[in-house]
């Protein structure tokens, strides 16, 4: 039984890290089957929701369009002529996470899990981040990209998880006091970044 969130700056393996660790620890690794959940319970095409999810005024303004269309979220109803807000959807994802987290096990990536599960006594919080040049240098030599794609995907990844975090939850994702373990991932390869994680997974079972 084993129960981690993942948060990762761009550049720090952190999807890399998330599979590793997930099939180390024998848990379900839950990245793309949170916003697959969602799109399956508001009709929304898995593609829209695969390439748009945790984007601000993006899927997100969809998805609420959505909800009007469906009235309703988890059984609940939405009285006619309240259109949903912001609340509505962030409601869905924690609830989603949530529901996955009872189990005691998974390996959740991204969309405040850390902030969500904050008061579950059995979670690991991990934040894998590094200096952003050592990132951007990194994705280029991992993902052979070229310096200004690089670059452009650091400011836009980066740009819209820090701000869901301060829109959704008035938070710094950078914020060390979220997290159990924060670690530098462009000084440590994925492997030894999971390495990292269990030695803490187990450290907290004791």
């Known amino acids: ?8 700056a761009y550049g ?7 599979h ?7 848990v379900p690794f839950l990245d793309r089957a949170i916003p697959v959940e969602v799109a399956d319970r508001l009709a929304v095409p898995l593609e829209e929701a695969e390439t748009r999810d945790e984007t601000p005024g993006g899927f997100v303004d969809r ?10 979220l988890y059984g609940a ?41 904050a ?9 894998l981040g590094g200096p952003r040049e050592a ?15 690089a670059e452009r995907q650091a400011r836009e990844n980066d740009g819209v998880r820090e701000a869901w975090i301060q829109r ?15 670690v530098n991932a462009t000084r440590f390869d994925a492997d030894a970044c999971v390495e990292l994680i269990v030695t803490a997974v187990e450290a907290r079972r004791r």
């Open 168 to 182: 959704f939850y008035g938070r710094d994702v950078k914020d060390p006091s979220l997290y159990d373990l924060v």
């Open 1 to 8: 039984m084993a129960l981690v969130t993942i948060s990762a």
């Open 77 to 117: 109803t939405i009285p006619p002529g309240d259109a949903p807000d912001e609340a509505a959807f962030r409601l869905a994802t924690e609830e989603i996470i949530r529901k996955h987290a009872e189990s005691g096990s998974g390996v959740i990536i991204g969309r405040a899990g850390m902030i969500v599960l």
């Open 63 to 72: 998805l609420l369009g959505s909800f009007m269309q469906m009235g309703g």
């Open 12 to 18: 720090a393996q952190g999807s890399e890290t998330g």
């Open 20 to 26: 590793k660790l997930a099939e180390r620890l024998g």
């Open 119 to 127: 008061d579950n006594p059995e979670v690991v919080r991990v934040r």
């Open 135 to 149: 990132r951007i240098e990194q994705a280029m030599r991992l993902h052979d990209l070229s310096r200004g794609e």
